[in-house]
């Protein structure tokens, strides 16, 4: 695929900075898209760990009814921030900031991103916007508890400290919308040479359509936050009904932005599917150009059905079939994605290494999260299922089960690549069959409970759904020791892990073409694109290259 690949004695982007200043210092102020995509890691996965945690005492709470372990509006605070954590810090910018900024460059042949300041820019406005989110438990009013959608007229009459938590999630949007221009400019002006449009790693494509969705999607939350603050200021009635306003205008606003968003973190996640599987199995994609245009179709169909969140919410009957068709019109280009990659599977020289072996549970698990949203896209079955159990249940069978299983897919994918060390192969598989099993324990209970009509975001529930509660908190606690074995085995390794090879899993888009860890600038000279994508007959090559 490539000319050019790097030296060996050249010196990895950790021995060596662009910038005049050494230590803690030389990662604070770096413009290296490598180290910054490591700050992201380091920061998202920093508060992860901590949604992980609030989400273990939310399950501790629900082990039996009534009160066990805290009293109602603690729940409700619980709720509330575990949803923010794991939203806006991390599944919106997980893969596009650590992984798009790691390996976007790299994808495409080039030094760096188009704009290096603006990126570590975006990383600070991440980490301002956090700050504020810390800093809101602690003033006067205490955390806000309104649940992770602001939903209006709560979020203007609650006492709680809502104004500077939501003003949060508008700083973290700058940083979002930043991160989209860079890339698309990166995307547009950097290629390396011979790198056409359907030369590109599909990864790309994903990040790609991804970042059209944050400049354009975005702004509109950011308004609608602007206008929550106005409102709980000064008394400006907008939303709230007792101002002369109209909560419903705030739920289209707020959806508008939040469904697209969706696709802001599954698309990545797909992408990464599409690296991954041909890989493993040897096999040129297939349909590439089906899957590729299939990114795009996703964020652009992304944007016109945003109010099959709102069936139940007094919207017209015309808009409600029209909806309803849209919304399963949208799951026609995620079942392209899928089925190319069964097909590209099918038989492949398939080696069953721990990447693969997460793609193959995020398959299982984002394909039940699908199909489960076709049954709340369909009118009838909505009108039973709306704000039950059913909701939570199908919405982290597509969160969780899919970009969060895929963050730790790409993670172990890329591991050998970012930091020049591997892992543990035998307790890395045990983490992907731990995770399968726990998440289907805490999870899967939960469509049950919402079909026997269990409210979601209730402290305390009839005795009839004890069993199911208890079986889903243990899968938490599960769950809970399936992080720590990830985490361990990942830190231990960057620490004392064995030297990765060059190129571990025998993959064929350029970040394999250079060192592991990567230099500097990545490549020793920027390289010429002279294959098309995943073509395996170049590891020929690439082994002839590296002697």
Same mark, same amino acid.
């Given at each position: 695929?490539?000319?050019?690949?790097?030296?060996?004695?050249?010196?990895?982007?950790?021995?060596?900075?662009?910038?005049?200043?050494? +230590?803690?210092?030389?990662?604070?102020?770096?413009?290296?898209?490598?180290?910054?995509?490591?700050?992201?890691?380091?920061?998202?996965?920093?508060?992860?760990?901590?949604?992980?945690?609030?989400?273990?005492?939310?399950?501790?709470?629900?082990?039996?009814?009534?009160?066990?372990?805290?009293?109602?509006?603690?729940?409700?605070?619980?709720?509330?921030?575990?949803?923010?954590?794991?939203?806006?810090?991390?599944?919106?910018?997980?893969?596009?900031?650590?992984?798009?900024?790691?390996?976007?460059?790299?994808?495409?042949?080039?030094?760096?991103?188009?704009?290096?300041?603006?990126?570590?820019?975006?990383?600070?406005?991440?980490?301002?916007?956090?700050?504020?989110?810390?800093?809101?438990?602690?003033?006067?009013?205490?955390?806000?508890?309104?649940?992770?959608?602001?939903?209006?007229?709560?979020?203007?009459?609650?006492?709680?400290?809502?104004?500077?938590? /939501?003003?949060?999630?508008?700083?973290?949007?700058?940083?979002?919308?930043?991160? #989209?221009?860079?890339?698309?400019?990166?995307?547009? %002006?950097?290629?390396?040479?011979?790198?056409?449009?359907?030369? $590109?790693?599909?990864?790309?494509?994903?990040?790609?359509?991804?970042?059209?969705?944050?400049?354009?999607?975005?702004?509109?939350? #950011?308004?609608?936050?602007?206008?929550?603050?106005?409102? %709980?200021?000064?008394?400006?009635?907008?939303?709230?009904?007792?101002?002369?306003?109209?909560?419903?205008?705030?739920?289209?606003?707020?959806?508008?932005?939040?469904?697209?968003?969706?696709?802001?973190?599954?698309?990545?996640?797909?992408?990464?599917?599409?690296?991954? /599987?041909?890989?493993? @199995? %040897?096999?040129?994609?297939?349909?590439?150009?089906?899957?590729?245009?299939?990114?795009?179709?996703?964020?652009?169909?992304?944007?016109?059905?945003?109010?099959?969140?709102? &069936?139940?919410?007094?919207?017209?009957?015309?808009?409600?079939?029209?909806?309803?068709?849209?919304?399963?019109?949208?799951?026609?280009?995620?079942?392209?994605?899928?089925?190319?990659?069964?097909?590209? $599977?099918?038989?492949?020289?398939?080696?069953?290494?721990?990447?693969?072996?997460?793609?193959?549970?995020?398959?299982?698990? &984002?394909?039940?999260?699908?199909?489960? +949203?076709?049954?709340?896209?369909?009118? @009838?079955?909505?009108?039973?299922?709306?704000?039950?159990?059913?909701?939570?249940?199908?919405?982290?069978?597509?969160?969780?089960?899919?970009? #969060?299983? /895929?963050?730790?897919?790409?993670?172990?994918?890329?591991?050998?690549?970012?930091?020049?060390?591997?892992?543990?192969?035998?307790?890395?598989?045990?983490?992907?069959?731990?995770?399968?099993? @726990?998440?289907?324990?805490?999870?899967?209970?939960?469509?049950?409970?919402?079909?026997?009509?269990?409210?979601?975001?209730?402290?305390?529930?009839?005795?009839?759904?004890?069993?199911?509660?208890?079986?889903?908190?243990?899968?938490?606690?599960?769950? #809970?020791?399936? $992080?720590?074995?990830?985490?361990?085995?990942?830190?231990?390794?960057?620490?004392?892990?064995?030297?990765?090879?060059?190129?571990?899993?025998?993959?064929?888009?350029?970040?394999?073409?250079?060192?592991?860890?990567?230099?500097?600038?990545?490549?020793?000279? /920027?390289?010429?694109?002279?294959?098309?994508?995943?073509?395996?007959?170049?590891?020929?090559?690439?082994?002839?290259?590296?002697?």
């Amino acid at each position: 695929m490539a000319n050019g690949t790097v030296a060996l004695e050249e010196k990895s982007f950790y021995e060596e900075s662009t910038n005049k200043y050494s +230590g803690i210092l030389s990662w604070l102020l770096t413009t290296d898209h490598k180290r910054i995509g490591l700050l992201y890691l380091v920061t998202i996965c920093a508060f992860f760990i901590v949604g992980v945690i609030l989400g273990i005492l939310m399950r501790l709470e629900l082990i039996a009814p009534g009160p066990t372990i805290m009293e109602a509006q603690t729940y409700n605070t619980l709720f509330t921030l575990h949803g923010v954590i794991m939203i806006f810090l991390f599944i919106i910018p997980g893969l596009p900031a650590i992984f798009g900024n790691f390996f976007l460059p790299l994808q495409i042949g080039a030094k760096d991103v188009a704009f290096p300041r603006l990126n570590l820019l975006s990383w600070y406005i991440y980490v301002i916007g956090a700050i504020l989110v810390l800093i809101s438990l602690f003033l006067p009013g205490g955390p806000i508890d309104t649940g992770w959608t602001f939903y209006i007229p709560y979020s203007v009459r609650s006492t709680t400290n809502v104004s500077l938590a /939501i003003f949060a999630a508008f700083v973290l949007g700058f940083s979002s919308i930043l991160t #989209g221009l860079n890339f698309i400019t990166t995307v547009h %002006r950097m290629r390396a040479p011979g790198m056409g449009w359907f030369r $590109m790693p599909l990864f790309i494509w994903s990040i790609y359509s991804t970042a059209w969705i944050q400049i354009i999607a975005t702004p509109v939350i #950011g308004i609608t936050i602007l206008l929550v603050i106005m409102e %709980r200021a000064f008394g400006v009635g907008i939303f709230d009904p007792a101002l002369g306003g109209d909560p419903i205008l705030y739920q289209h606003l707020f959806w508008i932005y939040s469904h697209p968003a969706v696709y802001i973190m599954v698309l990545p996640a797909m992408g990464v599917v599409s690296e991954i /599987i041909p890989t493993f @199995a %040897r096999r040129t994609i297939f349909g590439y150009k089906a899957i590729a245009f299939s990114s795009l179709a996703i964020a652009f169909v992304g944007y016109l059905v945003w109010a099959h969140h709102m &069936f139940t919410s007094g919207i017209s009957d015309t808009a409600r079939w029209i909806f309803s068709l849209l919304t399963f019109i949208v799951a026609l280009p995620s079942g392209v994605k899928v089925f190319n990659w069964v097909a590209t $599977m099918y038989k492949g020289s398939i080696d069953p290494k721990p990447p693969f072996l997460w793609v193959m549970s995020f398959i299982v698990l &984002f394909s039940i999260g699908g199909l489960t +949203g076709l049954v709340l896209g369909s009118l @009838a079955t909505d009108i039973h299922l709306h704000d039950t159990y059913f909701v939570v249940a199908h919405f982290h069978y597509v969160m969780f089960g899919g970009t #969060g299983t /895929i963050f730790f897919g790409a993670l172990f994918y890329w591991f050998p690549k970012m930091f020049g060390k591997m892992y543990s192969i035998k307790w890395a598989n045990i983490s992907v069959a731990l995770f399968f099993i @726990a998440f289907n324990m805490l999870y899967f209970p939960k469509f049950i409970m919402g079909y026997m009509g269990m409210p979601r975001r209730y402290f305390d529930y009839l005795p009839e759904f004890t069993n199911l509660q208890v079986i889903s908190t243990v899968g938490s606690w599960l769950m #809970g020791i399936t $992080m720590i074995i990830i985490f361990a085995n990942l830190i231990y390794s960057v620490k004392k892990g064995k030297k990765s090879p060059e190129n571990p899993w025998g993959g064929v888009t350029l970040e394999w073409h250079t060192a592991s860890p990567p230099p500097l600038e990545n490549f020793h000279e /920027i390289p010429t694109v002279t294959h098309e994508p995943y073509d395996f007959s170049q590891l020929e090559e690439m082994k002839h290259e590296s002697k």
